[in-house]
């Protein structure tokens, strides 16, 4: 039997991922250039009896699917930079109070207004540093419009696993461009469930880790009564200042990502073998940086390209050891230099790290990718 | 028989965090009678809060409870109420958290009609900070950032709530305890979105930068400011100069969002 296919831009793939993991709740507010997501929601949700609803700001559409996430629905918001800063109040509720949930943050220039509809990867340090205080923090950046269908799909999965919120930030271009979608039939993509309690509601604690790093989620109007707050708790949700208890709810919510990495962290290593320097991207710059090497090859350059796809955790891993091995680093990113940093960070001294940062919200182009790859010694 | 609170009090929860003299208490004993007067489910109630001295009143109430963060008691309980309508889901909350930074989603919960209700205790002030003045503060009252007085005009909020579309509004005070519970009940009955205004006091932050001697003479105050508002419509204007008045203040029959909302899952799943 052949597959569905269809050609879609990168928003409309998100939606329908979102629908393939079964989100049955969107809440969201209209802002360029990441608005045809919850325009296909409004349509696709009450189809399925699902819910879409659009609030009346970002902080609002956030709250709301905060909410509806506890009364047991999958949910989805969409955004983009400025939407982004006013989320992070509560995508730091999110993360206290460990309520699964994905944001899809298309990335455009900035800060503030900045260039609606121009592109940027200027929003990958506010998915870890946005919001205020220690928290886990996920990030998946697509670089096509199948990629971008998928990761939607892993990041419900993960944000449902790990109970957490989870990003996923497309660039604009990615985020606009048309390309060929492949469905999965059902089945195809495993789909990973809320982890719901299993003790009778009068034993439930939604902090519980007897179970694990991850509790289970009880749903409100499930039978389960309990209380959720976004001040530090105890392991029954009610507020704590006992400070071995706060220091061990704080550890732990950190520790249910940074102890799973290796479930999390995805990427793409082409021809690194024996590459001696390694173009690092992600995003539609990752596309420009496999044509540089395609033809840095040609020219007998011993390139390679390491494609992230998990921005956070970062790949710290990987990217230490490519560092004992090569010559150099390129990075070409569309802001002042952000992923650069965590390169930096994890060489070490050990390779020397060449940044490409466009903020004029033109895309990289192979030909600045590989003048770069000749300046590395 | 004296009437059972604790039937609805959270074990081991109490004692609570207001101070002698606040009438928060008083407010939580009347939406226990009338969760009782209803025979509410506690496994099918939400009640939803924000940030705040009242916010922190659904954490002694048993049954499911949301303390949100400042101002956001209402968009995320719009959350809760759209995933499970069937759900009875009840917001409390000062008037700092839902008229200032919670000012948006309050009017715009009004203007859904979003059958939820919304009980707001106003004290005036911002209490668990400190005393500083709220949208609810009077002109020219005292209060930690208005050292030389109130320049801001206040906000009426049930004004408010009927000017954004709310279709069931009421005001009670911490005083007139008895009334408080059957404004409750009433509000919750009614479908759409419902706004109970509580009168309170704040003798720490409020009451004492304003030259009232005690709590009784705060609570006086509350009696004597206000008007039911049946007695009021033999009032002249002259007499009512200055009162503000109590009772239910405005109901209409409107059709509820996610009434609304289900019949566009009906025109969705008729076009599929």
New interface residues.
Partial sequence: MSKKVAFLQGNEAAAQGALYAGCNFFGGYPITPSTEVAEVMSIELPKVGGKFIQMEDEIGAMAAILGAALAGSKVLTSTSGPGLSLKQELIGYGCIAEIPCVVYNVMRGGPSTGMPTGPSQSDVMSAKWGTHGDHPAICLTPASVQETYEEVIRAFNLSEKYRTPVFVMPDEIVAHMRERVVFPEPGDIEIFERITPTVAPDKYKPYDTSFGDVPPLAAFGSGYKFHVTGLNKAQDGFPTTKAELVQAEEERQVRKVDANVDDIVQFEEYLLDDADIVVVAYGSTSRSARFAVNIAREQGIKAGLFRIKTFWPFPDKQIKALAAKVRGFVIPEMNLGMCSLELERNAQGKAPVLGIFRVDGEPINPDQILEKIKEVK | MAFDYDKWI?PG?LPHIWCPGCGHGIVMKGLIRAFETLQLK???T?L?SG?GCASRL??YI????????HG?AA??????????P??DVILVGGDGDGTAIGG??F??ACRRNIDMTYIIINNYIYGMTGGQFSPCTPTGHKASTTPYGNPDPGFDIAKLAIGAGATFVARGTAYHANQIDKLIVEAIQHKGFSVVEILDDCPTTYGRRNKFKSVIEMMNRLKEVTVPVKAAEKMSAEQLQGKVLTGVLYKEVKPDYTSE?AK??E???AA?
């Fill in positions: 959270r929860k506690k496994e099918n939400a939803v940030i659904p954490g048993d049954c499911c409870t949301l303390h949100t963060a956001r968009a995320f309980a719009t959350g809760v109420k759209m995933a499970k069937e759900m948006n989603h009017i715009h909302y566009v899952i025109r969705a799943q599929k």
